[in-house]
């Protein structure tokens, strides 16, 4: 197998863990830290804010190929066996079916509120200083 088709099976897999994420959150059996983690993990992959931003020539793109494969690495580590086979399970038919990812306006909601809260926590802190 060459690097190529390697990236791009590790590719497919860390897409098909993302979604796995997605359905172990509603799962009864997660733990709630890895639950946390989940939603952390989606919410950061899902969100059209980035930590460092696109634009930024080859910097920008680290948080998708870095920072969201670790996040995504550790959070399934946190997951019970059953839960991650069942939930993996779940996520390759949604795959085959939806060929998209999972949407949730909440989540998008909650992103953007988020953003929101830590810009002005952001503001707040800086602005006395000014």
């Known amino acids: 197998m060459n690097v ?3 990236l791009k099976a590790w590719a497919k897999r860390i897409k098909r863990d993302g979604v796995t994420l997605w359905f172990a959150g509603k799962h009864p059996l997660t733990p709630w830290f890895a639950k946390a983690l989940g939603l952390f993990v ?3 992959a899902l969100s059209p804010i ?5 634009f930024i020539s080859v910097l920008g793109y680290l948080d998708d190929v870095i920072l969201l494969p670790v ?3 550790l959070t399934v580590k946190l997951l019970p066996p059953e839960v991650l086979a069942e939930c993996r399970i779940k996520a390759d ?3 085959q079916m939806e060929g998209a990812k999972p949407r949730s306006r909440f989540g998008a909601v909650l992103i953007v509120a988020l953003w ?3 810009g002005a926590a952001l503001w707040f802190w800086i602005e006395p200083h000014m």
Do not use: F, N, R, T
């Not at 980035?50 to 696109?54: E, F, G, M, Q, R």
């Open 116 to 118: 929101l809260a830590a």
């Open 71 to 73: 996040l995504i690495w």
């Open 50 to 54: 980035d930590l460092i931003p696109d």
């Open 4 to 6: 190529g088709a390697k």
């Open 42 to 44: 989606v919410a950061y």
């Open 93 to 95: 038919e949604w795959m």
